[in-house]
Every structure is written in C-alpha cells, then in structure tokens.
C-alpha cells in the first residue's frame, strides 16, 4: 500500500513569510509525528498526535510552530514569520496505534525547507 | 532525559570488510532502541529494534545489533559490507510510555568502497 507521502517535497520562502507544510499518514494510522533534521544532524522530535489531538508538542521550538490533525488522517505543520534558521528538512511519520514497543514509526521523504 | 551518542560521523569500509557503527544511550528508565538507515533521497527505514526481550537483535539486509546494559551500548554490525549498504545510519532511543517519541542521534554515514 502507499506509505507515508509530504507535500510539497521542496519548499523556498522570504524570511517572515508564512508556510504550510503536508503530511498524509498511512491510511488506518492513528499515531503521526513531526520531526524536523537540520543538516548533518539526526531528527528532532516537534510533536506527536493520537488520533485528532496533540498528545506530546514539547518539541515544538516555540509559538511560531503549529500544527494540526483535524479530521484524524492528515497533518498540517504551520509555520509563522519563518526565520533563516527555520530551514530544515520537516520529516513526517505515523504508526498504527502510538504504542512505543511493539509499534514501528514509517516515515515520509520529508519537505526541504529553505527560507532566504 | 535521554540522549544517543553515535561515535564517528563518518565511517569507511571496504566491500565484503565488517561493518560496525557505535551507539551509545542515556536513559534512566529500560530502553527501546532502533537503528534507522537513510538513502539519498529515500524516508528513514527501520532497520532493528530491541524491546527488551533477546538482547542480540536480527534486522533487514543482515544488520544485527547486540543490547549490552553494563556498556550502555547498542551498537550496530554486519559481517560483510556491500556496496548497496552506503547510506546513513541513525541510533535512536524511547521510552515506549510516551508514544514512542524517538530521540535520534547525530548519525553516521556509512561509505563502502569497492
């Protein structure tokens, strides 16, 4: 089946501009996570959901970091008045049902975002 | 809070030579533990993982990985390297009761050389 899809694959904005980025999970996926991997390091957790509801955002960098699963499948990752350091490549993931141990988190070809 | 180290940023072999990445984890709680691999322009992929049962893990491609708690390590191996293993490798770490928020480290990027 298809795995985990991001849209769009690349990204460039001005710096302060505002930006959207997609994640579309395995279909049936209760559990999605965003991450985010700078260049030459591993990824960084940003935040988890169960279902519709943001279970862990306490690595978002802060409040100019949103992101939403309204309807349980899709994730939007909102960011606001981005900044030069901003630029990474956003990396989505999702699992079946969240459980930690006998779950296996798939993950997306990730959006390169560079802001100018 | 926990963390993963992986010795080495960059590591060489030759084809058909062992391959052996180095991780090491903080936790103050027993661990889960995943090698994930990266190639060009390709999503993470999961190669292993330990949940705590045998503490020798067998992965995909021939990949194993030894849990030893008195080490604090997890580090990953394969007896005979091929061409098609040069990617990146990530160490990663959970403590399962979070939602399986993995905590990655800086990773290690594998070249073969024939």
């Known amino acids: 089946g298809a795995g985990v899809s991001q849209t769009p694959s690349n990204k460039v904005t001005e710096k302060g501009k505002y930006v959207e980025l997609r994640c579309d999970p395995i279909?049936?996926?209760?559990?999605l996570y965003w991450y985010r991997q700078s260049l030459g390091q591993g990824p960084e957790f940003l935040i988890y959901?169960?279902?519709?509801?943001?279970?862990?955002d306490s690595g978002l960098p802060n409040d100019r970091f949103f992101a939403v699963r309204p309807e349980g499948s899709v994730s939007t990752l909102k960011i606001q008045r981005t900044e030069r350091g901003d630029s990474a490549v956003y990396l989505c993931?999702?699992?079946?049902?969240?459980?930690?141990?006998?779950?296996?988190?798939?993950f997306g070809p990730g959006t390169r975002l560079t802001v100018l | 809070a926990q963390s993963v180290t992986q010795l080495g940023s960059h590591v060489s072999v030759s084809e058909g030579a062992l391959v052996l990445l180095r991780c090491n984890y903080s936790?103050?709680?027993?661990?889960?533990l995943f090698w994930y691999v990266q190639y060009p322009n390709q999503g993470l992929q999961l190669l292993l993982k330990?949940?705590?049962?045998?503490?020798l893990v067998k992965g995909i491609n021939g990949f194993e990985a030894e849990f030893k708690k008195s080490e604090t390590s997890f580090h990953l191996t394969k007896p005979s390297a091929h061409m098609s293993d040069a990617a990146e490798y990530f160490c990663?770490?959970?403590?399962?009761?979070?939602?399986?928020?993995?905590?990655f480290g800086q990773g290690t990027e594998l070249s073969v050389k024939p």
């Open positions: 993931a999702s699992s079946l049902t969240g459980d930690g141990v006998t779950d296996t988190q798939y």
């Open positions: 279909s049936g996926h209760t559990a």
């Open positions: 959901f169960q279902g519709t509801g943001a279970a862990d």
């Open positions: 936790s103050s709680v027993p661990p889960y």
């Open positions: 330990y949940t705590s049962a045998a503490t």
């Open positions: 990663a770490v959970s403590e399962g009761n979070q939602g399986g928020k993995l905590i």
